[in-house]
């Protein structure tokens, strides 16, 4: 019997190649088109370029089949004949690039979480790539874009009375390039109006998969030039009131590699130095867009609010939820072009669900994401609904909406930064 090929793993993603070579690419699409592998998990940190055609081999790597029922269902589905070496030579490829469900994927996991594990310090994975390793050209790059952040939409900021620390923010987690202007319009804000909170409570989305619903993090996070240290007290108090329905710390590993928290600390150190956080991963909520009136109900979701009340009540806390908006365009599946129409009917939508948001009805945001059934691929939806469920009723003045479009990688993300008092 011929050997089953590994199947490819799930967090494995693709977009597609617009022809510009990356050094840090590995593999070769030559002249056709093509498209850049990479693991969304960020356990493995290679980019994998391969051929259009080999997506289609790609596709049938799902524990069930040999390298000769990988050609066969290729060559009938295409009516192209390819050397079982090909194929071989993609496998091998794969595998290098731990890409794949096996035993080499699984030695690295392990170790990695091993480390991990025993470590007090969370390690950056984003100096260097997102944000500047050098600590003056950081402090220089976050000043430039507090400095030309435009003027948010709520008016009647001036004057040099600070108003005391904000009940919750929302910020984007995308990269500071893509999100510069509600990057630094929010930050500025928090630093020219508002009084320092005794500690920050970053609600993170959660982009790798989770047992539970929340994977709180008692460590404390390397960023460039430093540390954003962990408030243990807080973190340990909410890990205890949860305890009784679920272990929070059972993903924690989910922080090594996620970003949506890193990248608030890299700010918050800037603007408050030596400010204090609470990480917090929050996972996907889609299947109470299916059916919203079940968020209010989840044991996990219950617990948690019901133990962030008790923190936010007994200390000056300021939540942050580290969230994007809409995901459109070819990359998130959509068979539309990125065209004036589809971008304002999105932002349109994004705004309508803002609505509900900033007015303090987390059940009627839900509802109105289930109304045209996500369709606009919101990414951030848990740690958003979290917020609201912590501050019902709690109103919010919205900074700016804005739209990174990228039409070389056929997508377009949405952000918006807030403000609750």
């Not at 390039?177 to 409570?201: N, S, T």
């Amino acid at each position: 019997m011929l050997d089953v090929l590994p199947r490819i793993r799930d967090e494995i993603d693709a977009f597609p190649y617009n022809g510009s070579y990356d050094p840090a690419v590995q593999g070769d699409a030559g002249d056709l088109p093509g498209y850049i592998l990479y693991d969304t998990s960020g356990l493995s940190e290679a980019q994998l370029l391969v051929a259009d055609n080999s997506m289609s081999l790609i596709a049938y790597l799902d524990g069930a089949h040999s390298v000769i029922d990988l050609r066969a269902e290729y060559e009938r589905e295409t009516g192209i004949a390819i050397e079982l070496a090909e194929i071989e030579e993609l496998i091998s490829e794969l595998d290098n690039a731990r890409f794949l469900d096996n035993h080499r994927f699984n030695d690295l996991y392990n170790n990695l979480m091993s480390a991990f594990g025993v470590a007090s310090l969370r390690s950056s994975v984003c100096s260097g790539s997102i944000y500047s390793a050098d600590v003056k050209q950081l402090k220089l790059e976050l000043e430039s874009l507090m400095m030309h952040a435009p003027k948010p939409e709520i008016q009647g900021r001036a004057g040099n009375v600070l108003r005391r620390a904000p009940r919750g923010i929302v910020a984007p987690h995308m990269d500071f390039k893509r999100a510069a202007a509600c990057y630094g319009q929010i930050y500025k804000e928090l630093r020219e109006h508002y009084k320092r909170p005794e500690a920050v409570i970053i609600l993170g989305t959660a982009h790798g998969k989770m047992h539970r619903r929340f994977a709180v993090c008692d460590k404390d996070f390397a960023v460039t030039g430093g540390v954003v240290r962990c408030q243990r007290e807080i973190t340990s108090r909410i890990i205890a009131e949860t305890a009784g329905v679920a272990d929070f710390t059972e993903d924690m590993f989910a922080h090594r590699s996620e970003h949506s928290i890193e990248l608030q600390a890299v700010w918050l150190d800037h603007i408050w130095k030596d400010i204090e956080i609470v990480p917090i991963l929050v996972g996907g909520m889609d299947e109470f867009i299916q059916n919203p009136a079940l968020a209010a109900a989840d044991p996990e979701i219950c617990a948690m609010v019901a133990a962030l009340r008790g923190v936010v009540h007994d200390y000056r806390i300021t939540l942050i939820a580290s969230a994007d908006l809409s995901h459109i365009g070819r990359r998130f599946g959509d068979q539309r072009d990125l065209d004036i129409g589809f971008i304002s009917e999105t932002e349109v939508a994004d705004r309508e669900y803002l609505r509900s948001v900033l007015g303090g009805e987390g059940q009627k945001a839900l509802e109105c994401l289930a109304g045209h059934k996500d369709r606009y691929h919101i990414c951030g939806t848990g740690c958003i609904y979290l917020l609201g469920a912590v501050l019902p009723g709690v109103s919010g003045q919205l900074l700016g909406y804005y739209q990174a479009i990228s039409r070389e990688l056929e997508q377009a993300v949405g952000c918006a930064g807030a403000i609750f008092e």
